[in-house]
């Protein structure tokens, strides 16, 4: 079976009918187990109090709202490369997800940095770029519904697309390009010695799976929407062609 097939838009409703319930219900398993497991079971943080148990919000939102981009971007190249109208149609459906998750990540950033740095905002290279993404993600939606005719409207997004994964990365890697600013680095990373406390690390890890999950069953939803909103509009133009 060629993982193409997806691509026809009947296979992906057929598909995505019988993996909907379970992945909402991991969802909410994975969500209740580690938000409820990291903010009334672990301890508060010896230099930063309970403000610590943001992470269990900021962290998935903040890596959730750079891995939508990026699965954007490679549902655009396809788009781009193989004029699969699904790709396009999924790309669409994870713009107003990632934009949720980034604006999360903003005012959660925002209260949890307030008493760490006195102030609601800075200037930091990782907050520069992660507003730059935000402002991205705002032209890509609007772009969308700026552009009547859909196939127009997704190869100008897809381009729009590949300009701001510019972003995205630095999103990503601003504290390692920059050794300077008020961000503190990953705090999940493959190197032990950079990783948080394992009280932290593992609730966190839960919530991450539950965040990922979360991004997977809304955007199988919302692509299933963009399905059959792009049927009923054919229709409705054969219709009127009658």
């Known amino acids: 079976m060629s993982f193409w097939e997806y691509a026809n838009p009947k296979k992906f409703m057929q598909t995505s009918t019988g993996l909907l319930p379970w992945v909402w219900g991991l969802t909410g398993l994975c969500l209740a187990v580690g938000l409820v497991w ?21 962290v998935p939102a903040a890596m959730m709202a750079i891995n939508a981009w990026v699965m954007m971007l490679v549902t655009s190249l396809i788009w781009l490369v ?6 396009a149609l999924a790309a669409k ?3 107003p997800v990632g934009l949720t998750f980034t604006l999360v ?3 959660t950033g925002a209260l949890w940095g307030q008493p760490m740095w006195g102030t609601w905002w800075a200037w930091d290279p990782r907050l520069t770029s992660f507003l730059i993404l935000t ?3 705002l032209g890509y939606i609007a772009l969308w519904q700026a552009v ?4 127009t409207a997704a190869d100008l997004t897809a381009v729009l697309c590949l300009v701001g994964s510019v972003f995205a990365l630095l999103s990503r890697y601003a504290v390692q390009f920059w050794n300077q600013g008020l961000h503190q680095g990953a705090s999940l990373s493959l190197d032990k010695e950079e990783n948080i406390s394992d009280v932290f690390w593992l609730p966190l890890l839960v919530c991450i799976a539950g965040f990922v999950l979360l991004f997977v069953a809304l955007v199988l939803v919302r692509t299933r929407t963009e399905i059959r909103a792009r049927r009923l509009s054919a229709l409705l133009a054969r219709e009127r062609l009658a």
């Not at 990291?38 to 230099?47: A, L, M, S, V």
């Not at 193989?82 to 790709?87: D, E, F, G, L």
């Not at 009547?148 to 196939?151: A, H, S, T, V």
């Open 135 to 137: 402002l991205f993600y």
């Open 105 to 107: 990540a903003l005012v």
């Open 93 to 95: 459906a994870a713009a």
């Open 148 to 151: 009547e005719n859909p196939d």
């Open 38 to 58: 990291g903010f009334f079971f672990t301890p508060d943080d010896f230099r930063q109090g309970s403000t610590v148990k943001i992470i269990y919000l900021h």
């Open 82 to 87: 193989r004029r699969h109208h699904v790709s």
